[in-house]
């Protein structure tokens, strides 16, 4: 007897960055899924984008899209553009896959996990998608070389925006731009799925080439930040990335083991393609695995991991890994660090609301247990 055909699934998506870029070709890429519709706040940029895609409407609003009767939605927008977008999803029993950060405040990102609270949602943290990172963490559980003792990251790139100094909410800090939600969200997620729930975060960020193309009265965002987190086990993390770095693109984990050490870098230009991963014993016996080749954006294989996932909840009904709850936890890191690294005040988190302490040395240290 053959297994009963799902039914199709009707998805749209908002965003026509990474949202054309990775979101539309991984859904057209699974079978029973209907994409009916992209979605931006220009209906003329969405009508064009979908008639490129081969998608059947261009909507000038996540209303519009939602209206459509939708079993789910993608979303790929600007933090101060997801907040709403994410609650006219939920208030309409609509499953929301999210892209990072889960809007620009821990209080409103705890609101929104807490009105997703038994729907299913997913939270796009796109390197633990990988086979890299899946390795790595599968050594760390295993502890096949001990404990590990402390984690070293440099994250060191020049955005597009930087780059050009070109003004946008990337480099705005008031629509909640800035590389602490570019890439420190992913290191604050990462951080925790590979050690478990961080005990304290301190660090320190500038603002040197931001600030110098701001538009007068606009605040530029952060785009160079040291970042220290602490754990219970003992372990340590610090960081220090940054996306106003000429002539440098360099992503490389440096995992300190007790008998031995791996290192994950990034050793090409897609910027999940390339990495790679060695491990060494203290005998010098080495283990490396690559990433998988793509054929196109390296990006799109890795998503597609989470898409699946997430459409057999949609399906099933059943709860998704990482989930909204997740994104309101990193926009909780994401606040205790601001408080050490941006404002100079160090902050105790509870729950999703944090309270201000006094600084330690000119750097604020963050208990958030």
Same mark, same amino acid.
């Given at each position: 007897?053959?297994?009963?055909?799902?039914?199709?699934?009707?998805?749209?998506?908002?965003?026509?960055?990474?949202?054309?870029?990775?979101?539309?070709?991984?859904?057209?890429?699974?079978?029973?899924?209907?994409?009916?519709?992209?979605?931006?706040?220009? &209906?003329?940029?969405?009508?064009?984008?979908?008639?490129?895609?081969?998608?059947?409407?261009?909507?000038?609003?996540?209303?519009?899209?939602?209206?459509?009767?939708?079993?789910?939605?993608?979303?790929?927008?600007?933090?101060?553009?997801?907040? !709403?977008?994410?609650?006219?999803?939920?208030?309409?029993?609509?499953?929301?896959?999210?892209e990072?950060?889960?809007?620009?405040?821990?209080?409103?990102?705890?609101?929104?996990?807490?009105?997703?609270?038994?729907?299913?949602?997913?939270?796009?943290?796109?390197?633990?998608?990988t086979?890299?990172?899946?390795?790595l963490?599968?050594?760390?559980?295993?502890?096949?070389?001990?404990?590990v003792?402390?984690?070293?990251?440099?994250?060191?790139?020049?955005?597009?925006?930087?780059?050009?100094?070109?003004?946008?909410?990337?480099?705005?800090?008031?629509?909640?731009?800035?590389?602490?939600?570019?890439?420190?969200?992913?290191?604050?997620?990462?951080?925790?799925?590979?050690?478990?729930?961080?005990?304290?975060?301190?660090?320190?960020?500038?603002?040197?080439?931001?600030?110098a193309f701001? !538009?007068?009265?606009?605040?530029?965002?952060?785009?160079?930040?040291?970042?220290?987190?602490?754990?219970?086990?003992?372990?340590?993390?610090?960081?220090?990335?940054?996306?106003?770095?000429?002539?440098?693109?360099?992503?490389?984990?440096?995992?300190?083991?007790?008998?031995? &050490?791996?290192?994950?870098?990034?050793?090409?230009?897609?910027?999940?393609?390339?990495?790679?991963?060695?491990?060494?014993?203290?005998?010098?016996?080495?283990?490396?695995?690559?990433?998988?080749?793509?054929?196109?954006?390296?990006?799109?294989?890795?998503?597609?991991?989470?898409?699946?996932?997430?459409?057999?909840?949609?399906?099933?009904?059943? !709860?998704?890994? !990482?989930?909204?709850?997740?994104?309101?936890?990193?926009?909780?890191?994401?606040?205790a660090?601001?408080?050490?690294a941006v404002?100079?005040?160090?902050?105790?988190?509870?729950?999703?609301?944090?309270?201000?302490?006094?600084?330690?040395?000119?750097?604020?240290?963050?208990?958030?247990?």
């Amino acid at each position: 007897m053959t297994q009963a055909r799902k039914r199709r699934l009707r998805v749209g998506v908002a965003g026509l960055g990474f949202g054309s870029a990775v979101h539309v070709p991984a859904l057209l890429a699974q079978p029973e899924v209907d994409v009916l519709a992209i979605a931006s706040r220009s &209906t003329g940029r969405a009508v064009e984008t979908a008639e490129k895609l081969g998608i059947e409407h261009g909507c000038g609003s996540i209303d519009e899209l939602l209206d459509l009767d939708l079993d789910a939605v993608t979303l790929a927008l600007p933090p101060d553009q997801t907040e !709403p977008a994410v609650r006219a999803a939920l208030r309409k029993g609509v499953a929301v896959l999210c892209e990072k950060p889960l809007g620009t405040d821990a209080a409103a990102a705890g609101e929104l996990a807490a009105l997703a609270d038994g729907q299913v949602t997913a939270m796009d943290f796109i390197f633990r998608e990988t086979e890299t990172f899946a390795q790595l963490k599968q050594l760390i559980d295993s502890q096949s070389l001990g404990k590990v003792r402390h984690v070293d990251v440099l994250w060191l790139v020049e955005s597009w925006a930087n780059k050009h100094r070109k003004w946008s909410w990337k480099t705005d800090a008031d629509r909640g731009g800035g590389v602490i939600v570019l890439l420190g969200a992913h290191l604050l997620y990462l951080a925790e799925w590979l050690l478990g729930r961080a005990t304290t975060v301190s660090g320190y960020a500038c603002e040197p080439v931001a600030s110098a193309f701001a !538009p007068a009265g606009a605040r530029a965002a952060e785009d160079l930040v040291n970042l220290q987190m602490g754990f219970n086990d003992g372990a340590c993390f610090s960081a220090t990335f940054g996306n106003a770095n000429p002539g440098i693109a360099v992503h490389r984990w440096t995992v300190v083991f007790e008998r031995g &050490t791996a290192v994950l870098e990034n050793i090409g230009a897609d910027y999940v393609a390339g990495l790679t991963l060695t491990v060494r014993d203290r005998s010098g016996e080495r283990m490396l695995v690559r990433e998988p080749p793509a054929s196109g954006d390296g990006r799109v294989p890795a998503f597609c991991r989470l898409l699946r996932r997430f459409l057999d909840g949609v399906r099933s009904g059943k !709860p998704v890994s !990482p989930d909204l709850s997740a994104g309101a936890r990193v926009q909780e890191l994401d606040a205790a660090l601001r408080a050490s690294a941006v404002d100079g005040v160090a902050a105790m988190v509870e729950g999703s609301r944090w309270s201000p302490m006094s600084p330690l040395s000119g750097r604020g240290r963050a208990s958030v247990e």
